[in-house]
């Protein structure tokens, strides 16, 4: 991947939530759902590293706030999220999804749809064909598809990620706090695989070439995307202390590819948008 020119810093003084990084990106604020560009009839698989809970029990709270009949469920193992409302949960087996989440949907228009109940609390998920019998025109689907041993950023196994084929929109998921931490095991879910993909060494500090590199290759952020669905990046916990890289960040990977690239909070649901088409700083909207 040919990475774009480097690009200048803001002044110190200016807030990471307004401002722009570069002559080829303007920063729009929006809502998760708003963002994505999805709603009834879009399965929304999230994968990758940080922020995948967060993600789907998100946009499932924004999606009852629309009126959208919702469905929250997995082709992995998840937990729980914290400080997050978490629709009714319904178990079922891939025999009888289909008819328990549509009673569900009737009863109370959301639903966290699971296999059953694991070790350490965790919830299990569904063949990924299952979930594509679950899609219809009239609500959203949002699916963790991905597993990451809590680690902020990662590179796919033989395995993973697992994809429902009907997905509309891929979100790949990043902790912005990896950046400046060892590529080891304490920061990085599969190091070595990363190490690989970037041509870099074990043990070398994750910056962003590193990152865009992984996000950007087929075998990295690119696996098991369907054909025509949107591939998006969501990069997350975009703090302070991190949020002049996690633009340039965005900046590579909407240069690299990504059909939408976000930047925030996924826990607090506002987002900002790294686009292509010129230099605007825009305020945050309020949704009330």
């Known amino acids: 991947m040919s990475l774009p020119k ?9 807030r990471a939530a307004n401002w722009v990084t570069c002559a080829t990106a303007k920063m729009v604020r929006m809502r998760l759902l708003e963002a994505l560009g999805a709603g009834q009839g879009s399965v929304v698989a999230a994968v990758g590293g940080g922020g995948k809970t967060s993600l789907v029990f998100r946009l499932a709270m924004e999606a009852q706030e629309a009126g959208i009949p919702v469905v929250v469920t997995t082709t992995v193992r998840f937990t729980r999220p914290a400080g997050l409302p978490v629709p009714p949960v319904i178990e079922a087996d891939d025999r009888t999804a289909a008819v328990r989440c549509a009673a569900a949907l009737d009863a109370c228009g959301a639903v966290t749809l699971v296999a059953g109940e694991g070790t350490r609390g965790r919830w299990l998920g569904f063949d990924p064909g299952t979930i594509d019998g679950l899609a219809q025109p009239d609500r959203l689907i949002v699916v963790e598809a991905d597993g990451s041993a809590h680690r902020p950023f990662k590179a796919p ?9 009907r997905s509309t929109h891929v979100v790949v998921c990043v902790g912005v706090g990896v950046l400046g931490r060892p590529l080891d095991e304490r920061w990085v879910h599969r190091p070595e695989r990363v190490a690989a993909l970037a041509g870099v060494a074990a043990g070398s500090v994750v910056d962003v070439a590193m990152v865009a590199r992984v996000l950007c290759d087929p075998q990295g952020g690119g696996k098991g995307v369907p054909a025509g669905a949107l591939r998006c990046a969501l990069l997350n916990q975009a703090g302070a202390a991190r949020g002049a890289e996690a633009y340039d960040l965005g900046r590579l990977l ?12 996924a826990h607090e649901g506002q987002v900002e948008e790294v686009r292509g088409d010129g230099v605007v700083s825009t305020p945050a909207t309020h949704h009330g």
């Open 6 to 14: 480097r690009v200048l810093r803001p002044p110190a003084r200016m």
């Open 157 to 165: 196994a033989e395995h993973e990620p697992v994809i429902p084929a």
């Open 254 to 265: 909407a240069a690299g590819g990504y059909a939408r690239v976000l930047v925030g909070v």
